[in-house]
């Protein structure tokens, strides 16, 4: 059932089962209902058409700030963080963005909690708390997370492009906000922030500007009826929705070149244009024929002419912008020699534009993508609830009644004129191009006020412009060809007899393959999992490599299928394993297997071309120098995968050894590299058992008469392993470092407890754990003491190995005090365990046990699931049914004894991996962490063994420590401990409190963490667990 308001009928897929209804509230609210019984999970999102273009003159992120309060509290729920906390305690998640007009708020929850949370939701609309100690700690957070973003080229040129713009138009403002905007400058003006915040919610936060979207199992009638109750007393202020109406751009805007100096190295071409919104008209399709057209990577494209000339490795358009302004985009990744011959990839890019205008647009490439965005849309995969709704409340804002699913996927009759209208707007006169690359060090003297960016810009000349457009087409420029990978087959075929579960249909001492029917989804869709265990694929830094580098050489081979297949409706991957080659093929089934096929044969027999091993070669060397620049929170997670993980090159290892590698080297390896090999692979969807068979048979064939080599079997001792590192029970381990990127001033800190091999029973009480801590851990931590932007605790598992790991990025505390703060926070945490009644315990389990029973939503799910099993040697295919079983046999003492033994500063199994990468606010401090400098023993409370804190301070293996908590300096004090009753999550007052118990506490356990000065001396010293090996 579908039904809209007006009469008006809003279109769904052909296969989509559930039942929708649009309802306008008194208040004028829009609201899109979405019933379906079989879900697990419940969600809805909130759009208001208001966003950071509104922002009051001179206080730049206030929006985006507003969006931060809301989670804090209401008047209904005047006690912070129980919205999230509801939501973590019955499986849900929370989140929210600010664009330039819209903001959205979003969750998910089990279904069984919906209208529950629905109540704590509606509460952010009606009369939300904003008090003004959470003002004043909020702040922190919008200052964090802006920090997280200064060193990222993409924000950067995004700001960038801003910066050449009116100061008129709201186009041209800084978005994010930060102390400076949203504290320093305001209060130095006399202005109360809270008082503004008040403000421009009271103003703007109006029914009539918001859109709700509502997911659950209960039927339209009773979701209407929930709606109605929590959300008609939202107010509305009969206000229009804001509109910006101008174009961003002035003449002195257009016709620029802006080069500016990287963070990364990179060489990316931005070439924009201001033009004409294509939402006003987007049944026409303009703006997604312009975009299929200059992405085009058949023969004849601009990208595959510029591929064959070594000067661009990619090449992306796209339309983005309001309904008052927009702008056609045209981004391309250039190489060291495009970069040189910019003016020339120009020249080159202008003649394909013209092309397009001239011959390009033809019916019969119409009708290809007209026919393909109907397939899309008939057959579309269900998603996650709270992506779906997301999703919705957008397209709301944006289009009719009828169209808030499908949105511009339907096109009307092709229009020739719409489209020509469209590309005959991208001329030089009116073009801006940004060029970003190294090469412009010396150049860029200009600088950006708000991401630091180094710039020049010059005015293009007319002469050039003139060029530009004079220019005759290339002859290598030309349309391309029709797509003969188009499907035309989709039945769904006859269920054979079906499996619960993956069974093993063939079986040879090259391969085995999996088969696993998937006709429940109803769908045409089909998958290919293939598996290239490949033993000489790892064994050194330089094969890891050169691996690596022939996914990259594959994938430029294929580029011309690639284009064609994706817009068929059909995705590939070939990428690097730890044990080889994995290939993935998805998508409509009708012409999977032809495609699976030619990807065999493919890389069998390969022929490197040097031209293009040189060009591969010099992104892979990019790819790996620009690793440097990953956040200090992914560097964490780095380094402690590597230190865990036996036989992994670090990324040092491999800057080493790169410029070695040639195309000569690589020429003496593939051999080697397919000389042995096992394949094991998963088959499944709408195919047949003899299909998949015939598919494994000329896989076979195909590896048995490659032209290079003879392809052998490898022994079951030859097959590649996986192993991982056994820490010892009763030890801590440390190892700190310089963050990669010496200009980055976050630090971070990345904690592992190790817990346990794969096992039900320890599987559950594990992640039974991190759901009950997850949410107070990112309360206390982040909302309160605000120590960064970026604060999680989650279930991590490195091969079949799991346990605990914590992640903190801050640009105000060293990673010692970090790793202090989340030891403290298991002291105030292991109180509430103890709290915790025989009745909290059990609807704790009741919601994982909800989302241990969750149902697949899609084939990509299901298959995603059991290629882990299958790729991972456990097998466990059961493992839901199983975990369900483990869980319910649990007590609330069983979780209080794997926190004592696993987690607790003196737990008699506890195995805690540290990881502290110190940003460069915090030299002195890695130093004194390194052993490098030595603090005298009358600094702070006279306990040293190499790993003190800025403050002298050591934590001991008892989890004694002091305990300083706000993101303030001058506000610190120690927090309680021993037996005091404090409340939790502490506040501000609780740090009123000083416990003399914390200083010059004894070490009880005598436990230290130790040092870790030489990483692969010690992983030489301890002992490692090998995971199950493809069994042959």
């Given amino acids: 059932m579908v039904s809209g308001g007006d009469n008006r009928t809003i279109l769904k897929p052909r296969n989509d089962d559930r039942t929708y209804k649009q309802v306008v509230l008194s208040n004028g609210l829009q609201v899109l209902l979405v019933s379906d019984p079989d879900t697990d999970k419940a969600a809805a999102a909130m759009d208001i058409h208001v966003g950071s273009y509104s922002d009051p003159e001179g206080l730049q992120g206030l929006a985006h700030f507003l969006e931060h309060m809301l989670f804090y509290a209401s008047v209904k729920y005047p006690k912070e963080g129980m919205y ?126 918001m859109c709700l979207t509502v997911y659950g199992k209960e039927p339209v009638t009773k979701l209407e009826n929930i709606v109605r109750k929590k959300f008609s007393q939202i107010k509305n202020n009969n206000i229009e929705a804001p509109r910006f109406p101008g174009q961003p751009c002035l003449p002195e805007h257009l016709k620029i070149m802006v080069k500016s100096f990287p963070v990364r190295d990179q060489n990316v071409l931005a070439v924009t244009w201001p033009v004409i919104p294509s939402i006003r008209q987007y049944k026409k399709g303009a703006s997604q024929y312009v975009q299929h057209f200059l992405e085009s990577e058949a023969q004849g494209s601009l990208i595959a002419l510029l591929k064959k000339l070594g000067w661009a490795n990619s090449l992306s358009a796209s339309e983005d912008g309001t309904l008052d302004y927009a702008f056609f985009s045209i981004y391309m990744e250039l190489t060291n ?96 191009i940004f060029c970003s690359s190294k090469a412009y060090e010396m150049e860029a003297t200009d600088v950006e006020p708000w991401y630091g960016t180094p710039f020049s810009v010059e005015k293009i000349d007319d002469l050039v412009i003139k060029r530009w457009g004079e220019s005759h087409v290339d002859a290598r420029l030309h349309l391309p060809s029709p797509n003969i990978f188009l499907p035309t087959d989709f039945s769904i075929k006859v269920p054979e007899e079906e499996k ?87 998508g409509y089934h009708d012409k999977l297997m032809s495609l699976t096929e030619k990807l065999v044969e493919k890389i069998v027999n390969f022929q490197m071309k040097e031209d293009r091993f040189a060009f591969v070669k010099e992104k892979v060397v990019r790819n790996y120098a620009n690793m440097r620049f990953m956040q200090p929170h992914g560097q964490a997670h780095y380094e402690i995968n590597h230190i865990l993980s036996h036989g992994a090159w670090h990324l040092t290892e491999c800057l080493d050894v790169l410029p070695s590698i040639d195309a000569q080297a690589f020429t003496v390896f593939f051999p080697r590299l397919l000389s042995r090999m096992f394949v094991e692979a998963l088959v499944g969807g ?207 003492e069983d979780l209080i004894a794997f926190f004592n033994q696993k987690i607790r500063c003196n737990g008699s199994e506890r195995k805690k991996l540290s990881v502290h990468v110190f940003g460069n606010q915090h030299h002195r401090q890695l130093a004194i962490a390194k052993g490098e400098v030595t603090v005298p023993a009358s600094y702070g409370n006279g306990v040293s063994n190499g790993h003190g804190t800025s403050n002298g301070h050591h934590l001991t293996s008892n989890g004694t420590a002091p305990v300083t908590t706000m993101a303030d300096a001058d506000s610190c004090k120690h927090l309680p401990t021993g037996q005091e009753v404090i409340e939790f999550p502490l506040k501000p007052d609780n740090l009123q409190h000083i416990s003399s118990t914390l200083n010059g506490h004894s070490d009880q356990s005598g436990r230290t963490p130790i040092r870790i000065d030489n990483v692969q001396v010690f992983k030489r010293s301890q002992s490692f667990y090998c995971s199950p090996k493809v069994a042959l």
């Fill in 500 to 586: 619960g579960h993956p069974i093993v249909i063939r079986k040879s001492s090259f391969s085995k393959l999996w088969y696993k029917r998937g006709t429940e989804f109803k769908t045409p869709k089909a998958y290919v999992y293939l598996s290239f265990n490949c033993p000489e694929s790892n064994n050194s830094p330089e094969a890891t490599i050169l691996t690596y580098i022939f996914t990259w050489l594959l994938a430029d081979e294929m580029a011309e299928y690639a284009y064609y297949t994706g817009l068929a409706g059909l995705h590939y991957s070939v990428h690097a394993s730890k044990d080889g080659l994995e290939v993935v093929v998805e």
């Fill in 84 to 209: 999230k906390k509801f939501l973590s305690e019955h499986g849900g998640y929370a989140n929210a963005y600010t664009g330039h007009q819209h903001t959205n708020y979003h969750f998910d929850v089990n279904a069984g909690h919906l209208e529950e949370a629905l109540d704590r939701f509606a509460q952010f609309f009606i009369c939300p708390l904003l008090s003004p100690e959470a003002t004043s700690r909020e702040i922190h957070a919008v200052d964090s997370e802006n920090s997280k973003n200064l060193l990222s080229d993409s924000w950067r040129l995004c700001q960038l492009q801003k910066h050449f713009s009116s100061k008129d138009h709201p186009y041209h403002k800084y978005e994010t906000g930060n102390k400076i905007t949203l504290h320093t400058r305001p209060n130095a003006r006399g202005i109360d922030i809270r008082e503004e915040l008040l403000r421009f919610y009271n103003k703007q936060y109006s029914a009539g500007l």
């Fill in 686 to 892: 709408n195919v047949t058992r003899s299909e998949a068979t015939t598919l494994m048979q000329h896989v076979e064939e195909t590896l048995s008469k490659g032209p290079l080599v003879s392809i052998r079997a490898p022994s079951f001792s030859q097959m590649p392993e996986r192993r991982i590192m056994c820490l010892e029970a009763g030890t801590e381990w440390l190892y700190p470092t310089a963050g990669f990127n010496p200009d980055d001033e976050n630090s971070a800190v990345g904690i592992f407890f190790q817990a346990e091999r794969d096992c039900s029973r320890s599987n559950v009480l594990l992640e039974l754990f991190t759901m009950t801590a997850k949410e107070q851990h990112f309360n206390q931590l982040r909302t309160v003491e605000q120590l960064g932007y970026f604060v999680d605790l989650y279930e991590k598992h490195y091969e079949n190995i799991r346990g605990v790991q914590i992640t903190i990025q801050s640009t105000i505390k060293d990673p010692t005090h970090l790793d202090q703060r989340t030891e403290a926070f298991f002291l105030m945490f292991e109180r509430e365990l103890q709290k915790m009644t025989d009745e909290d315990f059990k609807n704790h389990a009741a919601v994982l046990l909800d989302v241990k029973m969750e149902k697949y939503k899609n084939l990509w799910e299901e298959s995603d699931f059991y290629w882990r099993e299958i790729n991972g040697g456990s097998l466990q295919f059961d493992r839901s049914d199983m975990e369900v079983q483990a869980l319910k046999e649990l007590k609330k």
């Fill in 337 to 432: 020699a495009g970069q040189e011959n910019v003016q020339e990839v120009l020249n080159f890019l202008f003649q394909y534009i013209k092309l397009l205008q001239q011959q390009g647009i033809v019916a019969w490439i119409f009708d290809e993508k007209r026919v393909m965005n109907s397939t899309w849309f008939n057959f579309k995969d269900k998603a996650d609830p709270i992506e779906y709704v997301v999703g919705l409340s957008d397209s709301m804002q944006n289009y009719p009644v009828e169209d808030w699913l499908a949105t511009d996927a339907l096109f009307s009759d092709y229009d020739l004129s719409a489209i020509s209208a469209l590309a005959h707007q991208l001329q030089p006169q009116k073009v801006r």
